[in-house]
């Protein structure tokens, strides 16, 4: 196989098993930005399109690096029932119970907001732009899958119930169709006590939202055919096999809103892990960081997101 084709079956590979699908992670990064308080809001606005660029990076390493998948994810169901109330919060009582192969295998993803997290402490603390970006980015990545309740089963693509491609419909057909016309405000950023209990709080969340993911999909179903279930659609320049429109719609309205409810919570989540992080780190002064200012035009651009974020008209 030539190198160009290796590359091009390589980013295919990663859009189809991306996490949220690239279309939700720019929009959670983006939006987490407008819930920030002044002292923090002019450095990130300044630098809003690093931070919604690299909303999917941590999905490009997965490509890279076999260590990156299981940070991703929390496979819960495999420690029985009432997992939560088994699985220890520190990671090192964690690896004693369960080893550290274990945990690797059934996913890290409370445990990986936590270490990026105060990694991000650490970048504000340095006052170094790239780190803080970088940083940030990467948290924001990491936060938005924990809301997805498929990152919390091993039954995550609906493989082990007869309802494979289950999430590719959830996370990115749903949001590619809809979003644009979800109501995203959640108010401001507020402070974490902690991290890593608030981790477990997101994943606990998602968890609970399982069954009513698979129990939908599979009702709804019995009501399509394969004709009308199914449709190609343009992905790029190419066209593919997808679920229609139709069905999409449907599913989404069985499930009452649940895929904008995780999304609009994912937002509020991630811009106040990026507050507490700067909290934690004494409130440097950001402004300082700012290397280049908006320009006129890209100022009131943003300006025009923020009130259609703030007004919850749809978001474009």
């Known amino acids: 196989m030539k190198l160009t084709t290796r590359l091009i079956s390589g980013l295919l590979l990663i859009i189809l098993c991306s996490s949220w699908g690239f279309f939700a992670h720019y929009h959670i990064n983006r939006l987490a930005v407008f819930t920030l308080p002044k002292a923090m809001a002019g450095f990130y606005k300044a630098n809003i399109e690093f931070i919604t660029e690299h909303a999917i990076s941590a999905d490009k390493r997965r ?27 520190r990671w090192n009582d964690a690896v004693v119970k369960y080893s550290e192969d ?32 970088t940083a940030s980015a990467n948290l924001g990545h990491y936060i938005a899958d924990a809301h997805v309740p498929l990152h919390l089963t091993q039954n995550y693509n609906g493989q082990l119930t007869n309802q494979t491609g289950l999430h590719a419909l959830w996370e990115s057909r749903i949001p590619e ?24 709080k997101i994943c606990r969340a998602s968890f609970k939202e399982v069954d009513t993911v698979l129990f939908f999909e599979r009702v709804l179903n019995q009501s399509f ?22 069905y999409s719609r449907a599913y989404q309205y069985r499930m009452k809103g649940m895929v904008e409810r995780r999304m609009r919570a994912a937002i509020l989540e991630v811009g106040s892990y990026w507050y507490s992080a700067w ?17 006129p035009d890209k100022r009131k651009k943003i300006q ?13």
Do not use: C
Request: aromatic fraction near 14%; hydrophobic fraction near 30%; proline fraction near 4%.
């Open 63 to 89: 490509y890279v690096d076999s260590s990156e998948a299981p940070k991703h994810y929390l496979n819960v169901d495999h420690y029985g029932k009432n997992p939560f109330s088994k699985i220890p919060r």
């Open 102 to 133: 274990t945990l690797i295998k059934y996913g890290t993803v409370p445990w990986t907001i936590q270490y990026n997290y105060y990694k991000l402490v650490e970048a504000f603390k340095a006052h170094d732009t790239t780190r803080i970006l």
């Open 177 to 200: 169709l809809f979003a644009n016309h979800y109501h995203y405000f959640t108010g401001k950023a507020r402070y974490i006590e902690n991290p890593l209990s608030e981790a477990f």
């Open 225 to 246: 055919s394969a004709d009308k279930k199914y449709a190609m659609v343009k992905h790029g320049k190419k066209e593919v096999k997808d679920y229609s429109v139709e």
């Open 279 to 295: 909290v934690d780190a004494g409130q440097p002064d950001l402004n300082r960081l700012i290397k280049q200012e908006l320009t």
């Open 304 to 316: 025009q997101e923020e009130a259609l974020y703030i007004t919850g008209k749809q978001f474009q």
